[in-house]
C-alpha cells in the first residue's frame, strides 16, 4: 500500500485532507482500520492537539467514528455511505432553494449571474479546477440567501469530503454540459419567484450528481473474488 507523505509542517487543514484522500483512496486505512493519535503524530511530525482536531473533523464527516476507550476507526466509504451522504444533500439543498426563491432580489440575482457566468468560462476552457469552485461558489451564494445557518453548516460539513470523491472516481466532462444547463435553469426559477421550480431543479441536479458519481464507483470497483481468480471464469 500507499504510504502517506510525511510534510515537513502540516497545518491542521494539511492533515485532515491528507487523512481524507488516504481514506478514500484507502492507502493504508481501510474500512475498520484503527487512526492512532500517537503513531499519527509520529508521521505527521505534530502534536496530539492537531490530530486530535483533525479526527474530529473527519468524524463529523462521518468518515470514522470514535468509542470511547477503543478509539478512532475507518468508516466503509462504500455506495451505500455516498448515496445516503448525497441524499441528505439533496432534500436540504432543495429546501434552500426553495427559502432562496422567496428571499431572492435584484442584487442578490445579480451576484448569482456573475458566478454562473464565471462557471461558464472554466467550463468552456476546459478547467475542471476552477469550474468545480465555481460551481461550489455558486451553490454557497445561493445558500448565503437562504439564511438557514444550521443547514448551511450541514452542508459546509461535507464539500471537502464530496470534493475528494469526486477527484477519486472523476469528473466526467459531458457533466459539465447538464451542470450549466441546471444553473441558468435555477437563475430562471429565481428571478421569477418561483420556488417550487427552484426546489425540483436543485432536487434533479443532486440527484444527477447522485447517480453519476455511483456509478463511476460500480466503475472503479476492484474485481470480485471471481474475477480476480488465476484462471479466470469458467467457460460454459
Same mark, same amino acid.
Given at each position: 500500500?500507499?504510504?502517506?507523505?510525511?510534510?515537513?509542517?502540516?497545518?491542521?487543514?494539511?492533515?485532515?485532507?491528507?487523512?481524507?484522500?488516504?481514506?478514500?483512496?484507502?492507502?493504508?486505512?481501510?474500512?475498520?482500520?484503527?487512526?492512532?493519535?500517537?503513531?499519527?503524530?509520529?508521521?505527521?511530525?505534530?502534536?496530539?492537539?492537531?490530530?486530535?482536531?483533525?479526527?474530529?473533523?473527519?468524524?463529523?464527516?462521518?468518515?470514522?467514528?470514535?468509542?470511547?476507550?477503543?478509539?478512532?476507526?475507518?468508516?466503509?466509504?462504500?455506495?451505500?455511505?455516498?448515496?445516503?451522504?448525497?441524499?441528505?444533500?439533496?432534500?436540504?439543498?432543495?429546501?434552500?432553494?426553495?427559502?432562496?426563491?422567496?428571499?431572492?432580489?435584484?442584487?442578490?440575482? =445579480?451576484?448569482?449571474?456573475? %458566478?454562473? *457566468?464565471?462557471?461558464?468560462?472554466?467550463? &468552456?476552457?476546459?478547467? #475542471? @479546477? +476552477?469550474?468545480? $469552485?465555481?460551481?461550489?461558489?455558486?451553490?454557497?451564494?445561493?445558500?448565503?440567501?437562504?439564511?438557514?445557518?444550521?443547514?448551511?453548516?450541514?452542508?459546509?460539513?461535507?464539500?471537502?469530503?464530496?470534493?475528494?470523491?469526486?477527484?477519486?472516481?472523476?469528473?466526467?466532462?459531458?457533466?459539465?454540459?447538464?451542470?450549466? =444547463?441546471?444553473?441558468?435553469? %435555477?437563475? *430562471?426559477?429565481?428571478?421569477?419567484?418561483? &420556488?417550487?421550480?427552484? #426546489? @425540483? +431543479?436543485?432536487? $434533479?441536479?443532486?440527484?444527477?450528481?447522485?447517480?453519476?458519481?455511483?456509478?463511476?464507483?460500480?466503475?472503479?470497483?476492484?474485481?470480485?473474488?471471481?474475477?480476480?481468480?488465476?484462471?479466470?471464469?469458467?467457460?460454459?
Amino acid at each position: 500500500m500507499h504510504k502517506l507523505d510525511k510534510p515537513t509542517q502540516a497545518s491542521e487543514t494539511d492533515i485532515t485532507d491528507r487523512l481524507r484522500d488516504a481514506i478514500i483512496n484507502r492507502q493504508e486505512f481501510d474500512a475498520g482500520a484503527p487512526l492512532r493519535i500517537d503513531a499519527l503524530a509520529t508521521r505527521f511530525g505534530v502534536s496530539h492537539m492537531p490530530i486530535r482536531a483533525a479526527l474530529q473533523r473527519l468524524e463529523s464527516e462521518g468518515l470514522i467514528v470514535a468509542q470511547p476507550n477503543k478509539g478512532a476507526r475507518v468508516v466503509s466509504v462504500d455506495e451505500t455511505f455516498v448515496g445516503e451522504l448525497l441524499d441528505i444533500r439533496m432534500l436540504i439543498e432543495s429546501y434552500l432553494a426553495r427559502r432562496a426563491a422567496e428571499r431572492m432580489t435584484p442584487e442578490r440575482l =445579480a451576484q448569482l449571474e456573475t %458566478l454562473r *457566468a464565471r462557471h461558464e468560462e472554466a467550463v &468552456g476552457r476546459g478547467d #475542471a @479546477a +476552477v469550474a468545480l $469552485a465555481a460551481n461550489r461558489d455558486f451553490h454557497a451564494a445561493i445558500h448565503q440567501v437562504a439564511a438557514n445557518r444550521d443547514a448551511g453548516l450541514i452542508l459546509d460539513r461535507h464539500w471537502r469530503l464530496i470534493r475528494a470523491l469526486w477527484k477519486r472516481y472523476g469528473y466526467q466532462a459531458d457533466r459539465f454540459a447538464g451542470v450549466v =444547463a441546471d444553473h441558468r435553469l %435555477l437563475l *430562471a426559477a429565481f428571478a421569477a419567484g418561483d &420556488g417550487e421550480s427552484a #426546489a @425540483a +431543479v436543485t432536487a $434533479a441536479h443532486t440527484a444527477r450528481a447522485k447517480l453519476v458519481l455511483l456509478s463511476r464507483m460500480r466503475e472503479n470497483a476492484p474485481p470480485s473474488a471471481a474475477d480476480a481468480h488465476p484462471l479466470g471464469r469458467r467457460h460454459e
